[in-house]
């Protein structure tokens, strides 16, 4: 069935009212039917509810609090007529309202409680004060006659139900809404599903120990030992499982009514309100322990992340270093020599008065400029590359190819290589320039480095095709290919692969770089003597 993520201001179908009406009468009759088992009126679901469905869709659902309060007061059989059971109907909506207006926005949408400060002022603001103004209910329409110690065991006992339930729901959970109205629970966080499945193993055995703990302990003598084993819990599992050790506690004291650790009001109060202050104290300390823990693990998380980051930064830095340090000396060495040669050249030219020497020292003088310019256009073309921005466009391959054949067309031995080109994918969503500058000099690198043998016919060969969603782009040629010993090196920069080579040793590595800025690779296979192939990989985006 189809979702859409809740808004808390979305239209409501009447199944929305409908359900969450329902939850809130559930709770009512839980209440009733514990009260009538074990004579106790120290638990209360709908208060705890009413926290959690505030924060949930907001003030919208005070109009079912108020019914439900209305309805409640006749299940329990409560004294008084239409008007009183009207006044008393309204601390529930009271309650939940002061919540709302008090801690709103503490919740975070995707991590319930994330800090200890957000959980620290839920508490305090969300449940303990609004709790606190259900007391003037208690104190003055209720049959505690002006017993303020009553009145405090009432107000820790709402404390602890509305802390044992609101506080994991509100953690743990969001409202999903269907296309129908209904609403369904799902983990506020994606990975709590998983986390939940890892950590059952955990919970049963929390459960079961805390039930047998019940068996063999008094807990209204070693209430404290509770406290104590729930604190450890916290230490070891942080504030996910303290949340759950929590509820653990809080269902075994309450809901199941064959522990009765709730027990009658009417029995020694004193020993009652001893035991509700320090189960108060207990959850609350318990679960701020777990909180610190987990932020201390999150930050401790986060420097980890970030020393990784840094050694990361560090390590990249000093390659940049070492190439720049390579980068300098090549240049230097690159530049200064067709310069020198040029210079030495110049002087030959003047002592030697023949015209024909002349020229052949000018056609040398050119060749050397062309060879300083391409150098040049390579050191251009990398510090491009390393600060382009992509721009992503369609590209059609055939006319890049044909662009860059054009340009390359002033090379040596260009006249005698057969090209061919098979060529399956036309278009690609990429960089022009970055794959432009990727195929400019993988071509010009096969054209360079074909064997001039009379009886050799070079042949290059551009081929593309489609491969699992990635574009294949390869260049074959049959011409030296690259000895075993430097196939490893020879896309390090400023690395020549051949005693033969007259470039900067800069081409393949600006290819790899632009690839690599697509996203994408560049692979090579080449035998000594037979010829290479050249093979980019780029996303079809």
Not at 53 to 68: A, E, M, S
Not at 106 to 126: D, E, H, M, R, Y
Not at 248 to 274: D, T
Not at 394 to 400: A, D, K, R
Request: some cysteine.
């Amino acid at each position: 069935m189809e979702q859409q993520s809740f808004s808390p201001y979305s239209k409501w179908t009447w199944l929305t009212w409908l359900q969450v009406m329902l939850v809130l009468v559930v709770g009512s009759v839980i209440s009733v039917l514990l009260r009538n088992f074990n004579n106790s009126l120290l638990l209360y679901l709908p208060l705890a509810l009413g926290l959690v469905l505030i924060h949930w869709f907001g003030p919208k659902i005070l109009p079912l609090t108020f019914l439900n309060g209305i309805l409640t007061l006749f299940l329990w059989g409560s004294p008084g007529g239409w008007v009183h059971h009207f006044i008393v109907a309204t601390h529930e909506p009271v309650v939940s309202l002061l919540s709302w207006l008090l801690a709103r926005g503490l919740i975070s949408q995707s991590k319930g409680f994330p800090s200890t400060s957000t959980f620290a002022k839920f508490t305090l603001l969300g449940i303990a004060i609004p709790d606190l103004a259900n007391c003037f209910y208690t104190y003055h329409y209720t049959f505690v006659n002006g017993d303020l110690s009553k009145v405090l065991l009432l107000w820790l006992a709402d404390f602890i139900t509305s802390y044992g339930i609101a506080m994991p729901v509100l953690h743990f959970l969001k409202p999903v809404t269907l296309n129908s109205g209904l609403i369904k629970l799902c983990p506020l966080r994606e990975e709590l599903g998983i986390s939940l499945k890892h950590k059952a193993r955990d919970l049963v055995f929390l459960g079961l120990f805390f039930v047998g703990l019940n068996v063999v302990i008094d807990f209204y003598k070693y209430w404290f030992v509770y406290g104590v084993c729930s604190s450890i819990v916290a230490l070891r599992r942080g504030f996910d499982t303290a949340l759950f050790a929590n509820f653990i506690l809080f269902s075994l004291s309450y809901l199941v009514p064959v522990i009765l650790i709730a027990n009658n009001f009417k029995a020694e109060p004193s020993q009652m309100l001893s035991v509700h202050l320090g189960m108060t104290a207990m959850f609350f300390v318990s679960a701020l322990i777990g909180r610190v823990v987990s932020d201390f693990r999150a930050k401790e998380n986060e420097l980890t992340l970030q020393k990784k980051q840094l050694e990361n930064a560090n390590e990249q830095l000093n390659k940049t270093n070492s190439e720049l340090d390579r980068f300098v000396y090549s240049v230097s060495h690159d530049i200064s020599a067709p310069l020198k040669s040029i210079k030495g050249l110049v002087t030959l030219s003047r002592l030697d008065k023949d015209p024909m020497v002349t020229a052949l020292y000018l056609n040398k003088i050119e060749a050397s400029v062309q060879k300083l310019e391409g150098f040049v256009g390579e050191v251009l073309d990398h510090s491009r590359t390393v600060r382009k921005e992509i721009k992503v466009e369609p590209i059609h391959i055939e006319s890049l190819i044909h662009d860059i054949y054009d340009n390359l067309k002033y090379l040596d031995n260009f006249n005698r290589i057969n090209f061919v080109f098979e060529l399956k994918v036309s278009t690609i969503l990429t960089d022009k320039f970055l794959i432009k500058v990727a195929l400019s000099n993988l071509l010009s690198n096969a054209i360079k480095y074909q064997r001039r043998y009379q009886d050799h016919q070079p042949e290059i060969k551009v081929s593309t095709q489609m491969i699992n969603n990635w574009i294949q782009i390869s260049i074959a040629d049959n011409g030296e290919g690259i000895a075993d010993q430097y196939k490893d090196r020879i896309f390090e920069m400023f690395y020549r692969g051949t005693s033969n080579s007259s470039g900067s040793g800069l081409g393949l590595y600006i290819a790899r770089e632009a690839c690599e800025k697509l996203h994408g690779s560049i692979t090579m296979e080449t035998t000594y003597g037979k010829g290479s192939v050249f093979t980019l990989q780029l996303p079809n985006k």
